[in-house]
C-alpha cells in the first residue's frame, strides 16, 4: 500500500460507486482526498463515511455539476484559493443518461457536456496547480463501452441521431482519445512531471445507469449480480493513481492494472486533434495549444 502522507488528490463523481471507493482508499493511504460532487447532502454523508472508515480527517467536499461550466470554473477557483497545488486528478464522474437527449444549461447534449466536456475544462483549469506536484497524474476513467459507440465529429451533440448507449460509449472512446492527445501535448510543452492514462474499470455493479430506464434499466439490473464490486473496480484507478510502475507511463489505456490497446478505427492523431480542439471551442478555453 503506499503512502500518500502529504498528497492532494482530486476525485469527481466521489459520492458512489468506483468514484466513493477509490476516495476512501486514497485517503485510508494518508492522502488529503478532495471530494467533487453535485449534491451536497451526499458530499457529507460520502466524507464523514470516509473518515469514520479511514480515520483521516483530511476529507474536504467542492460543490460542482460537471455539465454547468460555470460551475466547473468556480470549482476550480475555489481550489486554488485553498491548495498550494494538486497531486493527483481522477476524473472519475459518468453518467448514462435517457432515451430522451436532454441538454445541459450550456445548451450541450447531456452525455457530451458531463463525461467529456466537464473534464476537459476541469483538467484546463487545473493544470497549473498540477503543475506545481513534484510528479503530477491524471487519472481518466474511460471504459470498454467505447466499443458500443458510432463515433462522428461531424455531429458530436447527436443532433441529428441519439441513442443513451451509443452516446455514452462515444463519450468514453473521447475520454480515451483525450487522455492521448493530452500526454502528446505535454510531452510537446516539455511537461514532464505530470501524467495523464485511462482506464476501464470492468463491469461495476452500482446504480450506473438507472436513470436511463427502459430496457437498458432492466438489463443492467438483470447482469448486476454478475458484476464486479466497486472495490473492485476500482482496482485500476487506484493503481494508475499511485502505483510506482506506472509513473512515467502517459497517455496510456489500462484494464485489470495491465495496458490494454484501444481497438477502434476512430482512434487516430488525427481525430484526437480535432476532437481536442472541438472541446476548446465548446468550454471556451486554450489547453495546451
Known amino acids: 500500500m503506499a503512502d500518500l502522507q502529504a498528497k492532494i488528490i482530486l476525485v469527481t463523481g466521489a459520492t458512489s460507486g468506483i468514484g466513493e471507493v477509490t476516495a476512501r482508499e486514497l485517503a485510508r493511504q494518508g492522502a488529503h482526498v478532495i471530494i467533487l460532487a453535485r449534491n451536497r ?30 460551475q466547473v470554473r468556480d470549482a476550480a477557483a475555489q481550489l486554488h484559493d485553498k491548495y498550494p497545488r494538486l497531486d493527483v486528478l481522477v476524473n472519475n464522474a459518468g453518467l448514462m443518461f435517457g432515451a430522451k437527449r436532454e441538454l445541459s444549461a ?36 474511460a471504459s470498454m ?16 441521431s441519439y441513442s443513451p448507449v451509443w452516446e455514452y460509449g462515444n463519450t468514453k472512446l473521447w475520454n480515451i482519445m483525450f487522455t492521448q492527445e493530452l500526454a502528446k501535448r ?25 436513470q436511463t430506464g427502459g430496457i437498458i ?44 490497446p484501444v481497438k477502434s478505427s476512430f482512434n487516430t492523431p488525427a ?10 471551442a465548446l468550454t471556451k478555453t486554450n489547453f495546451l495549444d
Open 186 to 210: 505535454l510531452r510537446e510543452h516539455g511537461i514532464s512531471n505530470v501524467t495523464t492514462n485511462a482506464l476501464h474499470p470492468g463491469a461495476v455493479a452500482t446504480g450506473y445507469g438507472q
Open 41 to 70: 447532502q451526499k458530499a457529507e454523508r460520502t466524507r464523514q463515511e470516509i473518515i469514520a472508515a479511514t480515520g483521516n480527517q483530511q476529507v474536504d467536499i467542492v460543490l460542482a455539476d460537471l455539465s454547468v461550466q460555470q
Open 145 to 160: 463501452a467505447y466499443r458500443f459507440s458510432k463515433p462522428t465529429l461531424d455531429d458530436l451533440q447527436s443532433e441529428q
Open 106 to 141: 450550456d445548451g450541450y447534449e447531456m452525455t457530451l457536456a458531463t463525461n467529456h466536456l466537464g473534464p476537459f475544462l476541469l483538467t484546463s483549469l487545473l493544470l497549473d496547480l498540477l503543475q506545481k506536484s513534484p510528479a503530477a497524474r491524471i487519472v481518466n476513467v
Open 217 to 260: 434499466s432492466a438489463v443492467l439490473a438483470l447482469g448486476r449480480p454478475f458484476m464486479l464490486s466497486p472495490e473492485k473496480g476500482a482496482e485500476t484507478s487506484l493503481f494508475l493513481a499511485t502505483d510506482p510502475s506506472v509513473a512515467a507511463t502517459s497517455g496510456g489505456f489500462f484494464s485489470k492494472k495491465k495496458p490494454e
Open 271 to 280: 481525430n484526437n486533434q480535432k476532437l481536442w480542439e472541438l472541446s476548446e
